[in-house]
């Protein structure tokens, strides 16, 4: 079962793609983000069309319907979920990382408010920017990934969030484990100098005010 993104789209109160309309036939990301449930294409009509329901195949998941035996598409899912925890409309704030925007926010935008029935299913989209390795986005799938645990073997906590705190929250940020605590660290050391010298003020005037 398939949504029609042409038929959503010719309809005066909708429009297909808001947040990245210039992808609308970027055939790569839109294959990407169907994945498996992309692979037979043959019962749509149009190319960006995508999976609301699909039949499950031997050995996966699946739930009654009345299509038969099958499995909600990916973005359905985030649609469903969203919509049994936020009963009115529109939801504030929708968040995800920046590759998420197409397909998979401006289908989750499509099938959303052509389901109830509005023009305004989120108010504000904020996609954060990603963490990258060396120049690679950090993924569990390419094995470059590192965690907490280990940058706390070597630095301190507050270095750590230095670290963090110091790069935009929706610009890719690149780690490199031996050049990217250069600047927490001195942020650290201006911050500790900062408050030891508000200390030493506060203890002076203290002394000043016990004197008098």
């Known amino acids: 079962m398939y949504f029609s993104t042409k038929k959503f789209d010719t309809d005066p109160n909708h ?4 947040l990245e309309p210039f992808n609308k036939k970027n055939w790569d990301l ?3 983000g169907e994945g498996a449930l992309g ?5 749509k009509k149009d190319q960006t069309d995508f999976a609301l329901w699909k039949k499950s195949k031997e050995g996966e998941p699946s739930w009654d319907s009345p299509w038969g035996k099958g499995r909600p598409g990916w ?3 985030c649609s469903a979920m969203a919509g ?6 529109p939801i504030d704030i929708h968040v995800g990382g920046v590759d998420l925007k197409f397909p998979h926010h401006d289908n989750e935008i499509a099938q959303s408010e052509a389901y109830y029935c509005c023009n305004k299913w989120i ?4 996609h954060t920017g990603h963490l990258h390795i060396d120049g690679l986005k950090m993924s569990k799938s390419l094995k470059n990934f590192t965690t907490i645990k280990e940058m706390l073997k070597i630095y301190t906590s507050k270095q750590v969030r230095f670290l963090f705190l110091i790069h935009k929250w929706n610009q890719k940020m690149n780690y490199n484990p031996d050049d990217s605590f250069a600047e927490a660290i001195v942020k650290e050391k201006q911050f500790d100098e900062f408050f030891k010298n508000v200390k030493a003020n506060l203890r002076t005037w203290n002394i000043q005010e016990t004197s008098q």
Do not use: P, R
């Not at 429009?15 to 808001?18: L, S, V």
């Not at 108010?123 to 904020?126: I, L, R, S, T, Y």
């Open 15 to 18: 429009e297909y793609a808001k």
């Open 30 to 32: 839109l294959k990407e």
């Open 39 to 43: 692979d037979d294409t043959g019962d």
């Open 75 to 77: 973005h359905i899912e």
């Open 84 to 89: 049994e925890i936020f009963k009115s409309h």
């Open 123 to 126: 108010n504000h989209f904020w």
